[in-house]
């Protein structure tokens, strides 16, 4: 079955350490992103990639980083100078170059607490 | 600034009584109105796209519904397994991106 796989899907970070979220899509999309969720709040957008080796700063990118490599790979690393990481993560896909907006298919998300 | 607004933030129904969530926006040039459902734990199920005024789309009990200002979620006759937090989202011209309104949470009671 097609769809987005996000790993791990519980995430503990110490002070001051990097940590990997990854996001695996074999939907053949060329666009994907990088949400963050808080409780109560709306997704927020962090990153986003329209092809490989291309990504864009979305609304709260400081603390965070992401790269393309491949086509069905975006990973975020989630860095030391993110002071607030709690929240849970999540990645989604969509086709790019269409004249209307298409629907973002998500993975399960990443939940990620601080120790 | 694009906005979205979801009313209510939380609803609580008993089964079988029917009811509507609204999305209102604010954006410069909308692209599409999507609508998702979201169990806890879990990623974002979509569920419906709307692209015009007076457009309707219906799926067994949802039936969703947009006009020039705003997009309403019906729920007809709900079930338990109703019970989600339903999101709205905009597609807006030229930004690329997906603008999410809060979300309602919504409760069937049996």
């Known amino acids: 079955d097609g769809g987005i796989t996000q790993s791990p899907k519980y995430l503990f970070r110490k002070e001051g350490q990097n940590v990997t979220l990854s996001c695996e899509q074999n939907l053949n999309h060329d666009a994907m992103y990088w949400y963050r969720q808080d409780p109560g709040q709306g997704l927020r957008l962090i990153y986003y990639?329209?092809?490989?080796?291309?990504?864009q700063k979305g609304d709260i990118a400081e603390g965070y980083s992401v790269s393309r490599e491949k086509k069905e790979s975006f990973p975020l690393t989630v860095t030391s100078a993110q002071k607030n990481p709690t929240a849970f993560y999540l990645c989604?896909?969509?086709?790019?170059?269409?004249?209307?907006?298409?629907?973002?298919?998500f993975g399960d998300g990443t939940r990620l607490s601080i120790l | 600034e694009d906005q979205v607004t979801q009313s209510p933030e939380a609803l609580r129904l008993q089964e079988g009584e029917s009811s509507s969530l609204n999305c209102s926006y604010t954006v410069s040039g909308l692209r599409g109105l999507f609508w998702y459902r979201q169990d806890p734990g879990k990623g974002p199920e979509f569920l419906f796209t709307l692209y015009s005024a007076g457009e309707e789309k219906e799926k067994e009990r949802l039936k969703a519904t947009l006009t020039k200002k705003e997009s309403f979620l019906h729920i007809t006759a709900p079930k338990p397994e109703d019970s989600a937090t339903y999101l709205c989202a905009v597609w807006v011209q030229g930004a690329q991106k997906l603008v999410f309104g809060q979300g309602t949470r919504l409760t069937i009671n049996p």
């Open positions: 990639s329209q092809i490989v080796n291309d990504f």
């Open positions: 989604a896909s969509t086709l790019r170059g269409q004249l209307r907006g298409q629907p973002q298919h």
